[in-house]
């Protein structure tokens, strides 16, 4: 069974910065597209940031110049390096992946659980 993992959510001040991790596990023979979504307080949930296995990276204008998407295929892991916080950013944060269980198999969406981030300001 696959899971993601997500974590380094916490309560911080504006202008500070938190990294998120997520992990991938399970029986994964491949991993597509990684991204970062978060959903705020009686809001839609919304894309962050997305990376392909190649490294191409995409961003929500809202977070572009201060959020930054990385991954290690080796470990199945992606981050995202959250700076310049600010008060609107609070949100659970929500890690997705594409993933293949075979080489036969096509993509299949999964979704974390989910990390709070919580913005004072």
């Known amino acids: 069974q696959v899971q993601l993992v997500e974590s380094g959510g916490n309560l911080v001040q504006a202008g500070g910065s938190l990294r998120l991790s997520c992990a991938a596990s399970g029986s994964i023979f491949d991993i597509n597209t990684m991204g970062w979504y978060r959903q705020a307080p009686e809001k839609q949930r919304e894309v962050v940031a997305l990376i392909t296995k190649q490294g191409r990276t995409n961003y929500a204008d809202s977070v572009k110049g201060r959020f930054t998407i990385s991954r290690d295929n080796a470990k199945n892991t992606v981050y995202l390096q959250i700076d310049s916080l600010k008060p609107e950013d609070t949100a659970v944060y929500y890690c997705?992946?594409?993933?293949?269980?075979?080489?036969?198999?096509?993509?299949?969406?999964?979704w974390g659980k989910g990390t709070l981030v919580t913005v004072s300001s």
């Open positions: 997705n992946a594409e993933i293949l269980l075979y080489s036969w198999s096509v993509g299949r969406e999964y």
